[in-house]
């Protein structure tokens, strides 16, 4: 089974967090955002190293390069991700501050104006940090993130490194109460790469694509020997 994600997500997700706690309180300086991107270089590399040697001893083997475009995709978009993390950060505590500044405009009593002005001075000064903690307002998004890159990279990897010896996979899913309806009916079933399953949820919406890719799945590809018969135009309905 080359599912390695599960083995790997913790540790981008602790690196993200502290990343994320560094902008939550204005100390993502230089190094800071330096620390982040070494750590994703050697994360990529582990990464990539665990599952070459998971898929050489399934028989197949990756050869050198191959995985290079993907790797560097994936490091291109951490450093966005930087960028979006302090957009982020910035937003939430707008966001904050508009919910705290809403309740007190709704209560009657005098001192509301001066708690107001607290409010505004605290952000102007960048503090709202001191008085809304990372752990309760940015941690939890922050997770989210580095689980979501850490299957990312896991996802592009395993992919193009199946595509070198198959054109198609058995669509494995997560055994935990997250996977979709829909993604419960593909699993383990036979597709090509080139020729993925179609689902509807039922709301109506419509994806066509191979496992991970559609929002927030964590389905995955295992190499299928080209001798087993793929389902084509395959659809599946909640
Ligand atoms: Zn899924």
Redesign the pocket.
């Known amino acids: 089974m080359i599912n390695i994600y599960k083995s790997f997500s913790q540790r981008w997700q602790n690196v993200v967090r502290r990343f994320a706690l560094s902008v939550w309180r204005h100390q993502d300086d230089e190094s800071e955002e330096k620390r982040y991107f070494k750590q994703a270089l050697n994360f990529s590399r582990d990464y990539r190293y665990d599952l070459e040697k998971k898929l050489a001893d399934k028989g197949i083997h990756v050869y050198r390069g191959t995985l290079d475009g993907k790797v560097n995709d994936w490091l291109t978009r951490q450093k966005a991700m930087a960028d979006t993390i302090r957009v982020m950060a910035t937003d939430r505590k707008d966001e904050i501050i508009a919910k705290e500044i809403e309740k007190l405009q709704k209560n009657k009593d005098a001192n509301v104006q001066e708690e107001i002005d607290r409010l505004y001075e605290m952000k102007q000064n960048q503090h709202v940090y001191k008085a809304f903690s990372f752990e309760d307002h940015f941690e939890g998004a922050s997770d989210r993130i580095g689980d979501d890159e850490a299957f990312g990279l896991g996802r592009d990897l395993n992919e193009e490194a199946i595509r070198q010896s198959t054109d198609r996979y058995f669509w494995r ?1 997560q055994n935990d109460n997250r ?2 309806k829909t ?1 419960e009916k593909l699993a383990d079933l036979c597709f090509l790469f080139l020729n993925p399953p179609t689902t509807i949820d039922k709301y109506g919406n419509k994806h066509t694509g191979n ?1 991970g890719t ?1 929002f927030g ?3 995955w590809a295992d190499p299928a020997p080209v001798r087993e018969k793929p389902k084509r135009n395959y659809v599946v309905k909640e």
């Open positions: 899913k996977v979709r993604h496992p559609d799945c964590r389905c």
